[in-house]
Antibody
Framework: QVQLVESGGGVVQPGGSRRLSCSAS????????MHWVRQAPGKGLEWVAS????????YSADSVKGRFTISRDNSNNTLHLQMNSLRPEDTAVYYC???????????????WGQGTLVTVSS | DIQMTQSPSSLSASIGDRVTITCQAN??????LNWYQQKTGKAPKVLIY???NLEPGVPSRFSGGGSGTDFSFTINNLQPEDIATYYC?????????FGGGTKVEIK
């Protein structure tokens, strides 16, 4: 079955960087768009970034544009989120999620990882 | 960006009740509306996709409807395991956007 496992969370100082990874198994990874969604403590879900199945297009929320970069390594079934210039308001659980429809940017998220907590604090 | 307005933000109901949540988009999103359930400390799980389609394995007491800008999500015969926060999400256009969530509690 499909499994998504995030890693890389932890405590980071404001202005610092962190790289999150999401390892996928049980799925033809290179066929699907992948996404990052975050959830600040006690808050709702916020989409962060998406990447096309082949990596040819990337999209990111205005709140992270210019600071966060989504990427993927289809040979290793891994999704990444490089986070730079981190701010306290970036503190959240970060989930990776798989798009349902193959080769399609716009789709619902049918599988989610367990999430990894990033805390931005001095 | 498409804005999603979900209501109510919380509700309390009894076991066996019917619960309805609404979600409104600020522009036409056709049927591209999805509903997720999130239990405390867990990742979200899709229940309904494309407004009214039940994700495989999801109990039939969950249902959804609507099109265009107005959508609804219903839990028939509320069960204790349905305690969670529910979110709508549009997948009609990028960026995907979520409603603010509805926390469902047992009375």
């Amino acid at each position: 079955q499909v499994q998504l496992v995030e890693s890389g969370g932890g405590v980071v100082q404001p202005g610092g960087s962190r790289r999150l990874s999401c390892s996928a198994s049980g799925v033809s990874f290179s066929t699907y768009g992948m996404h990052w969604v975050r959830q600040a403590p006690g808050k709702g879900l916020e989409w962060v970034a998406s990447i096309r199945y082949d990596g040819s297009s990337k999209y990111s929320a205005d709140s992270v544009k210019g600071r966060f970069t989504i990427s993927r390594d289809n040979s290793n079934n891994t999704l990444h989120l490089q986070m730079n210039s981190l701010r306290p308001e970036d503190t959240a659980v970060y989930y990776c999620a798989k798009g349902h429809r193959p080769y399609y940017d716009r789709s619902y998220f049918d599988y989610w990882g367990q999430g990894t907590l990033v805390t931005v604090s001095s | 960006d498409i804005q999603m307005t979900q209501s109510p933000s919380s509700l309390s109901a009894s076991i066996g009740d019917r619960v309805t949540i609404t979600c409104q988009a600020n522009q036409d999103i056709s049927h591209h509306l999805n509903w997720y359930q999130q239990k405390t400390g867990k990742a979200p799980k899709v229940l309904i996709y494309d407004a009214s389609n039940l994700e495989p394995g999801v109990p039939s007491r969950f249902s959804g409807g609507g099109s265009g800008t107005d959508f609804s999500f219903t839990i028939n015969n509320l069960q204790p395991e349905d305690i969670a926060t529910y979110y709508c999400q549009q997948s009609d256009d990028l960026p995907p956007t979520f409603g603010g969530g509805t926390k469902v509690e047992i009375k």
